[in-house]
Structures are given as structure tokens and as C-alpha cells.
T-cell receptor, first 113, second 114 residues
Framework: DAGITQSPRHKVTETGTPVTLRCHQT?????MYWYRQDPGHGLRLIHY???????DKGEVSDGYSVSRSKTEDFLLTLESATSSQTSVYFC????????????FGPGTRLLVL | AQSVTQPDIHITVSEGASLELRCNYS??????LFWYVQSPGQGLQLLLK??????LVQGIKGFEAEFKRSQSSFNLRKPSVHWSDAAEYFC????????????FGKGTTLSVSS
């Protein structure tokens, strides 16, 4: 299995509070991605990174920001959490970033009350 | 724009019976195609992938998939389903362009009856 960890694995927070999710990889892959998974929607891309300090928006980026200061870490921040951001968040990594295989972390289950 | 359609939201198959999960994609060129499986509460595990070459690809856990360009399909098959195959299955498409992410279908939930 690819070395990908996510923290925290579960979080409950209140509307309006900031939340940061962390993805850590030990594979030295260049590309990292954040997806959210919701019933009936599959996985949707939030943001991705193609290198240290290089990031871009995905399909559902509103309300989220990301940062990548080291190759191994990719942070997802909800600046002011809303109930619509209750979801399961998955981090993924890939080596070449050209649509080839992505490897997924175990996920973070976030509940915004 | 790319898209992936998994027409079946939920399928129930008897243990030991054969399985086929459907996936149709929309993409102009030859895509990269994937099937992932997700067990409850778990992350996604790659079952198999198609990049080029032989259109019938073998994956883990006895799964296979066939790429049919004329039908824009990449259906997943297994000759004999085991109870442990109960999970959610996602088809995904990627393109040969730097910086692109995978586009996922909405998933098919497989239940296995005894």
C-alpha cells in the first residue's frame, strides 16, 4: 500500500470554525489531490498540487484553500466550515499527474454541526 | 469535457454468480481507465487500469475489465462473486495531460446474497 496518512480521521466541528485536514505521504510523489465524497456524487476534486507551493482548483473548490510547503504534506483548510462541507475527504497522490494511477489515503470523516 | 456514467446505482448478486458492472465514459481521445473498490469505511483501492494495448485487462481479486472503444465502455466483470466482494465500485477516467485529476463515476454498490 502507498504510504499515505490523513489526520484527523474523524472530526466534529461547529459551523463557522476553521478546520485543517492534513495529508502526509512517504512516496515522494509530485502530485497530491484532495477529493470529497458524498452519497450520489462519487468523488469530486477540490484542489490539487503539482509541486511545492504549486496548487490549482478543482471542480468544487469554493470554501476551501490548500497549502503545500513540503513535498510530503498537503493541507486542506475550510476557512469557515458550513454544514454543506460535511463529507468524507480523501487525499490522493500520483507520480506523474497525467491521469495515471492515483493512490488514496484512508479518508477523514468531517461532520459540521 | 470528460464524464463517466455508471448506470447502476445498486446491484445484488448471489454468491457464486457472475458479475458485470457497467461504465461508460465520454472523452475524445483514448483515455486512461480505472476501476477502484471501496469497502465500508475504507479508502479506495485500485482494482485494475487500462492505458493502452490489450483491451482485456486483469486485475486483483479475480476481476477483469474490457475496453470497448466503439461503445465507450469499460465494464468490470468477475466470473464468480464472493461475499467479500460486497463494496462500492467506482469507475474513473483520466487523460494524458499534465495536471489533470481523475473523473469518477458516482459508483455502484454491490450487495452479495447467500
Amino acid at each position: 500500500d502507498a504510504g499515505i496518512t490523513q489526520s484527523p480521521r474523524h472530526k466534529v466541528t461547529e459551523t463557522g470554525t476553521p478546520v485543517t485536514l492534513r495529508c502526509h505521504q512517504t512516496e515522494n510523489h509530485r502530485y497530491m489531490y484532495w477529493y470529497r465524497q458524498d452519497p450520489g456524487h462519487g468523488l469530486r476534486l477540490i484542489h490539487y498540487s503539482y509541486g511545492v507551493k504549486d496548487t490549482d482548483k478543482g471542480e468544487v473548490s469554493d470554501g476551501y484553500s490548500v497549502s503545500r510547503s513540503k513535498t510530503e504534506d498537503f493541507l486542506l483548510t475550510l476557512e469557515s466550515a458550513t454544514s454543506s462541507q460535511t463529507s468524507v475527504y480523501f487525499c490522493a497522490i500520483s507520480e506523474l499527474g497525467i491521469g495515471e494511477t492515483q493512490y488514496f489515503g484512508p479518508g477523514t470523516r468531517l461532520l459540521v454541526l | 469535457a470528460q464524464s463517466v456514467t455508471q448506470p447502476d446505482i445498486h446491484i445484488t448478486v448471489s454468491e457464486g454468480a457472475s458479475l458485470e458492472l457497467r461504465c461508460n465514459y465520454s472523452y475524445g481521445a483514448t483515455p486512461y481507465l480505472f476501476w477502484y473498490v471501496q469497502s465500508p469505511g475504507q479508502g479506495l483501492q485500485l482494482l485494475l487500469k487500462y492505458f493502452s494495448g490489450d483491451t482485456l485487462v486483469q486485475g486483483i481479486k479475480g476481476f477483469e475489465a474490457e475496453f470497448k472503444r466503439s461503445q465507450s465502455s469499460f465494464n468490470l466483470r468477475k466470473p464468480s462473486v464472493h461475499w467479500s466482494d460486497a463494496a462500492e465500485y467506482f469507475c474513473a477516467v483520466g487523460e494524458n495531460q499534465a495536471g489533470t485529476a481523475l473523473i469518477f463515476g458516482k459508483g455502484t454498490t454491490l450487495s452479495v446474497s447467500s
